[in-house]
């Protein structure tokens, strides 16, 4: 079965520079979520859209932006990167029509390392 | 904010031990989830629990939905090298769908 392609896989940018991290979800999933995760951390949710709409914000920085394309991808901007970019980002999609509790199913993970 | 409280934070177990996990929330959820994390790559979801009290299984994964909606507990029987990562807990926001992670439980199994 498809599952939620994410690239790309790694990424090394220097400081104050920017970055476009992209997620197609799995066919027919209508919602895209974003999730960040340190070194030892547990995943933290950045923001979510559905049908291409923001649908919630977590604790993303303002020099991170995002959107859901009419092909439901996603893209995340990071802009002015700190050392403290420095994660794994995660995209999750879903098939909010059932419900907002349905299952999200992850991709692989982009790693961005910032120097 | 809606906090999850996931334990023990490791563990270190022989092979073909049983091994027993648990989250609890100061908030109730309508749906917990389970992940395993290998490094590096992204959780794979092992078992989703729908409603208070039920018990699912997956092979040798055993997951259980606490009555009150504020827990939920793992167990792996007879335990494989191949269980080795890091095994999350998750409650899924019923107004949006975001989830809220445990902070993990390491699992190590000697051969």
């Known amino acids: 079965a498809a599952g939620v392609i994410q690239s790309p896989r790694h990424l090394i940018k220097e400081k104050r520079e920017t970055a476009t991290l992209k997620c197609y979800p799995i066919p027919r999933h209508d919602t895209v979520y974003w999730y960040q995760q340190g070194p030892g951390q547990d995943p933290q949710f950045l923001i979510s859209?559905?049908?291409?709409?923001?649908?919630d914000k977590g604790s993303i920085p303002d020099r991170f932006s995002a959107q859901q394309f009419s092909d439901y991808h996603s893209e995340l901007n990071m802009s002015s990167l700190e050392l403290g970019d420095s994660a794994l980002y995660f995209c999750a999609s879903s098939l909010v029509g059932r419900g907002w509790t349905d299952t999200q199913y992850f991709g692989p993970g982009t790693r961005l390392t910032v120097l | 904010g809606q906090q999850l409280n996931q334990s023990p934070q490791s563990m270190f177990i022989q092979e073909g031990e049983d091994v027993s996990m648990n989250c609890t929330s100061s908030s109730i959820f309508n749906t917990w989830l389970w992940y395993k994390q290998d490094p590096g790559e992204g959780p794979v979801l092992l078992i989703a629990?729908?409603?208070?009290?039920e018990l699912t299984s997956n092979g040798r994964l055993t997951a259980q939905f606490g009555i009150t909606r504020k827990d939920s507990f793992l167990n792996i029987s007879a335990s494989i090298p191949s269980d080795v990562g890091i095994y999350f807990c998750a409650g899924v926001s019923s107004n949006t769908g975001k989830l809220i992670f445990g902070q993990g439980t390491t699992l190590q199994v000697k051969p």
């Open positions: 859209f559905y049908e291409k709409m923001q649908s």
């Open positions: 629990l729908y409603k208070a009290g």
